[in-house]
């Protein structure tokens, strides 16, 4: 496969973007958004994806994170959608159970160039670390629009707010890794009867 890397930038009145990625890395991560919850569930898609992730944001945070959430949701999914390319040759699928104490996630992707999100997550409390967990879809819509993948986000249970959100971003990680790494059974094929995705 080729260097599946990508760098792209959002500038709008609201927010100021930067992303770059690297699929094929080891996991390293630079983040600052000025929202460190986000900050911190970001470096475990990083961690247990190994993908490479360097972003910087500045977002109208005198306002609050909305903007800066969705937008780097937005500017995410535009990277990897790049990266990835023509998917041949990817395994396409990938899914994951990540537990942590008390909480157990589910999260299984499609890298099928039909952008769907179901997101089943009852987070216990609305906010974490002055964090508005309502956020968190908002992220994930952004970043399934924009990278064209189906996803399925599910706690399955969980009592606390952080262990919830934490698996959910783990497990997040961990079934991109599964999804992008190379099929070698395939041998550069289309993962897809229509011959392309």
Request: net charge negative; with cysteine.
């Amino acid at each position: 496969m080729a260097d599946r890397i990508a760098s792209v930038e959002r500038n709008t009145l609201e927010t100021q973007i930067k992303v770059s990625i690297n699929l094929d890395g080891t996991g390293k991560f630079n983040c600052v958004t000025g929202v460190p919850f986000l900050d911190h569930m970001l470096e475990q898609v990083a961690r247990h994806g190994l993908i490479d992730l360097d972003i910087h944001a500045v977002g109208d945070l005198h306002i609050d994170a909305h903007h800066t959430v969705e937008d780097l949701g937005i500017t995410l999914g535009q990277a990897f959608d790049i990266a990835v390319g023509d998917k041949k040759g990817i395994k396409r699928y990938g899914h994951a159970y990540v537990p942590l104490d008390e909480a157990l996630s589910r999260v299984v992707i499609d890298f099928s160039g039909r952008p769907g999100l179901e997101m089943h997550v009852p987070f216990a409390r609305a906010s974490v670390g002055g964090f508005d967990v309502d956020l968190f879809s908002e992220f994930f819509h952004g970043f399934i629009n924009h990278a064209k993948v189906t996803l399925h986000l599910d706690n399955l249970r969980g009592k606390n707010t952080h262990h919830q959100a934490e698996t959910i971003f783990k497990a997040f990680g961990r079934a991109l890794r599964m999804a992008l790494e190379a099929d070698e059974r395939m041998a550069g094929q289309m993962p897809s009867t229509k011959g392309s995705l």
